[in-house]
């Protein structure tokens, strides 16, 4: 079966760096994707990773390694507003989008 | 608009009653799909659809589930007979171009609770 794990819930304090881990089981891989999602709210997209490596985005990162079928978020300089949940989610062989069950990140002043 | 809008942003539905459910994509964003969004989980794929077309409904639990885009625009999901586990958020989300590897711009959902 396709499968995606993420820790369930990760806290943090305010400034701090984070790394929010995820690997997967699919069958078949066309990119990965990570998107945030507030309480309540739409999840709203972060970064796509497809080829192995970190990509940098502010004061967001995003790595993949497709060979161990892992990939990581990482929040730099944390603020009360990054407290949310992360989604990782990996487009299999079908083109679906098969979703992790997300991470709840909790940032402490 | 300026983003996906859905409508009803709640509803509460009686076991057994019919629910339509509304999704506004983007303007002019070729792609649409449905997801179902359980507490704590992740979206777990319903549908797809390019345009009018309807690609993709392998994710749809049963045929209580219909879906439908007719003029590639708007779409609305529909739930016959509905049942207490289909109470769930459920997400629209639309794409730019037809790509799958487009990023996909979720609507707030539908919260469905069946009593």
């Known amino acids: 079966g396709q499968n995606i794990d993420q820790p369930t819930e990760m806290t943090a304090t305010e400034g701090a760096i984070v790394q929010i881990n995820c690997t997967y089981q699919t069958s078949g891989f066309n990119g990965l994707f990570w998107y945030q999602q507030h309480a309540g709210e739409a999840p709203t997209f972060l970064s796509y990773n497809v080829l192995d490596g970190l990509e940098e985005k502010g004061r967001f990162s995003s790595f993949l390694s497709r060979s161990k079928g892992y990939s990581y978020l990482l929040l730099k300089e944390l603020q009360m507003k990054d407290s949310a949940s992360y989604l990782c989610a990996v487009l299999d062989s079908n083109y679906q989008l098969i979703w992790g069950a997300g991470t709840k990140l909790i940032i402490k002043p | 608009g300026a983003g996906v809008s859905q409508s009803p942003r709640y509803k509460v539905a009686k076991r057994g009653q019919d629910v339509a459910l509304r999704c506004d994509p983007i303007?002019?964003?070729?792609?649409l799909f449905w997801y179902q969004q359980a507490l704590g989980q992740g979206p777990e794929f319903l549908t797809y659809f390019q345009n009018e077309a309807q690609l993709d409904k392998s994710g749809l639990p049963s045929d209580r589930f219909f879906a439908e885009r007719p003029e590639g625009s708007v779409s609305t999901l529909k739930i016959q007979r509905t049942q207490q586990e289909d109470s769930a958020v459920y997400l629209c989300?639309?794409?730019?171009?037809?790509?799958?590897?487009?990023?996909?711009?979720f609507g707030p959902g539908t919260r469905l609770t069946v009593l």
């Open positions: 989300a639309s794409t730019r171009q037809g790509k799958h590897t487009d990023t996909q711009y």
């Open positions: 303007s002019g964003h070729v792609s």
